[in-house]
């Protein structure tokens, strides 16, 4: 097989060492550069010419999309495909319409990458299954959120015979490096019972997770490729239940429990358990939707009780919010089996 010289742009560089790693696998794949923002990406594509460029959205300096417009200009012949957080349809849209034959969501690359970057090579259009409800062309083969999205139906995860004690905890941070220090101490315990574990957590917050995750000498990559690690966006996963700025309850049970259901199948203890851990009430909370955010609290509880799942929400809470919104505080509390404050 003929080798695919590769370039890989990527600002965050744990990250782009994934991709770089994950790819290097298949001896085809050959890595011949990084970049890590717009114009770098931009000049190393003009010099290098390569079969591939694998290039994220939000790059400093100059973006992913005006960076493939030159790029289409100055290197023609190289096949685009995006790896980036950004889900939103008229991006992706964006991005097909310059030419790029792949666009994948980056909380799915670790099972979708290889898929994707077969069809772009060959040719073929490939986009994250989450977006088909856009109407995009789209894989069978996933494992993400994506996957648990679309209409055929999925196992859930069956409750366990007996009596379960739910484990729902809530943990209040003074500010975001003690949320990071918090959910990484959770993490680290739950994948090193054998636990899948899911996060639900802001861009921002993700990256300060793996960053520190790496920083104590845990392997997150092969975790997210073997599907024990599963890192969500919070906004794009209260988008798949949210309607007219409530919970759905009949798709939130369909996502949280299917999701929870994908996270079992690579858990390594038996039985297998999940934990979870994010901020979807959190978020809601600080836009405003405080009756919502309490609403989702009550619906993973249900989950913590029914499917045996150790669940721990973080709320970076401000002065504010504790002192004048104290109903709303009382009522989040009244919904876990734990509270603390870190």
């Known amino acids: 097989m003929p080798t695919v010289r590769v370039l890989v742009v990527d600002d965050y560089e744990p990250f782009r ?17 990084e970049a890590s923002d717009g114009p770098e990406a931009v000049e190393k594509a003009q010099e290098l010419q390569p079969d591939l460029i694998v290039l994220d959205i ?49 909380a799915h690359a670790g099972s979708e990458l290889f898929a994707a970057v077969g069809a772009v090579l060959e040719d073929r259009q490939f986009i ?24 055929e139906a999925l196992p859930s995860l069956a409750p366990r015979k007996g009596e379960i004690t739910r484990s729902h905890e809530v943990q209040f941070y003074s500010d975001d490096e003690a949320f990071v220090v918090g959910f990484t101490y959770f993490i680290e315990a739950a ?17 300060s997770l793996l960053q520190r995750l790496q920083e104590h000498g845990m392997d997150w990559a092969a975790a997210v490729e073997q599907g024990c690690y599963i890192p969500l966006d919070v906004g794009e996963t209260l988008s798949t239940f949210m309607v007219n700025d409530l919970p759905d309850p009949a798709r939130f049970l369909k996502v949280a429990g299917n999701v929870v259901a994908a996270a079992a199948k690579a858990a390594k203890g038996e039985p297998p358990r999940v934990a979870a851990c994010g901020e979807c009430a959190p978020e ?59």
């Open 17 to 33: 060492r994934f991709i770089c790693s994950t790819l290097g696998k298949r001896p085809e794949l050959q890595i011949i550069g």
């Open 284 to 342: 809601l909370w600080a836009q405003g939707k405080a009756d919502a955010a309490v609403q989702v609290e009550n619906l993973w509880d249900g989950i913590a009780k029914t499917c045996d799942v150790d669940i721990l929400c973080g709320y970076v809470l401000n002065s504010f919010q504790r002192e004048q919104e104290s109903h709303i505080y009382e009522r989040i509390c009244a919904e876990h089996s734990a509270v603390s404050s870190l």
């Open 58 to 106: 939000g790059l400093p300096s100059l973006d992913g999309i005006e960076a493939a417009r030159r790029i289409r200009k100055l290197a023609p012949q190289s096949k685009i495909l995006f790896v980036s957080q950004e889900s939103s349809a008229d991006v992706v849209q964006e991005a097909l319409a310059l030419g790029a034959l792949g666009y994948v969501v980056k």
């Open 128 to 151: 994250s299954p989450g977006l088909s409800g856009h109407h995009f062309t789209a894989s069978s083969d996933s494992k993400g959120l994506d996957r648990l999205c679309r209409n």
């Open 191 to 207: 994948l090193n019972a054998g636990k899948a574990v899911i996060v639900v957590a802001t861009d921002s917050h993700q990256k």
